[in-house]
Nanobody
Framework: QVQPVESGGGSVQAGGSLRLSCVVSGNTYSRYCMAWFRQAPGKEREGVASRHTGTGNTYISDSVKGRFTISQDNRKNTMYLQMNSLKPEDTAMYYC???????????????????WGQGTQVTVSS
């Protein structure tokens, strides 16, 4: 069973930075599709970044393009979301997600992903 575990969330002021980490344990494969999603209260879950760990092809949502970067460290089975120039509208619970089988990768579609972490809260104050 694959288990992603997020960390690195917290409270920052607007303009600040955070780096989220997602350690993937369990029966991992050498190639998988990974993504970061976020969900604010009363809103749908939104895919903000995705990456194919084999090809390195990456998707970044327009809402965070130029500010967020997704990356991976295969030796540590860890993926990261570097978040710079944070805005109050970035406030949400952030989730990492993993897919071993997919139709499209990278992808911001919730339906593509089989394994989800519990989430880490990011709060940005103005």
């Amino acid at each position: 069973q694959v288990q992603p575990v997020e960390s690195g969330g917290g409270s920052v002021q607007a303009g600040g930075s955070l780096r989220l980490s997602c350690v993937v344990s369990g029966n991992t494969y050498s190639r998988y599709c990974m993504a970061w999603f976020r969900q604010a209260p009363g809103k749908e879950r939104e895919g903000v970044a995705s990456r194919h760990t084999g090809t390195g092809n990456t998707y970044i949502s327009d809402s965070v393009k130029g500010r967020f970067t997704i990356s991976q460290d295969n030796r540590k089975n860890t993926m990261y979301l570097q978040m710079n120039s944070l805005k109050p509208e970035d406030t949400a619970m952030y989730y990492c997600a993993i897919a071993h089988a997919w139709t499209y990768c990278p992808s911001a579609r919730v339906q593509e992903y089989q394994y989800w972490g519990q989430g880490t809260q990011v709060t940005v104050s103005s």
